[in-house]
């Protein structure tokens, strides 16, 4: 198969069997969450408490000062790179023009060389969270297979893009067909892996905080 046969099969059927795959793990994901069910509660919620889950959905992603001492590299990586490959996704022209294809509208994205900063700066990131994941004793220990996967998933499509859009590494159409292929590896595995807190954390923060919110917990 040559480069541009590669390239035009990751664009046709690839990305339909990504996207068939990522819709079809999602739904089983999702069936088993609401499937374990709960138990009903019968303690009479305490006053204030309504909308306690939707608050408990944005306020966790706010840092908290007493878990940042002594974790402040943590954080920081982690923003860099949630932010940065939101903005890469999200906000880079050819991206929002392959959503527009999809889903039939589309929305204003930002200039190339700030979406390359961007990215430069999510695989930098990525690089740190990874070093800090290998060093730090505990976060060693507890790491698993599952963790090393989800760096790597989540690493391959921005570094693979960024070495396309500078055309390194391989000829340009070689590397944007294995910058595909990566991405649309990742919408494969996603709902089968810790990947899968890309939905699954507003639905878990959402039970708690409904849950302890009803409690009179403050939240």
Known sequence: MS?????????????QIAVAALLAGTVLRL???????????????RPGTAGSGWRTVFSRSLPRLPFMRGNVATYLLGYAFHLGLFAALFLFVPHIRLFQSLFGFG??????????????LTIAALAGVLILRLTHPVKRFLSTFDDYLAWALTTAPILTGYLAFHHLALPYTAMLAVHILSAELLLVCLPFT???HTFSFAISRWYNGSALGRKGVTL
């Open 194 to 196: 810790k990947l899968a």
């Open 3 to 15: 480069e541009m046969d590669l390239l035009l099969w990751a664009r046709g059927p690839g990305l």
């Open 107 to 120: 929305w204003p994205g930002l200039p190339s060389a700030l979406v390359d900063a961007a990215s430069l």
């Open 31 to 45: 069936a088993e969450i609401f499937g374990l069910g709960r138990k009903r509660d019968l303690a009479v919620p």
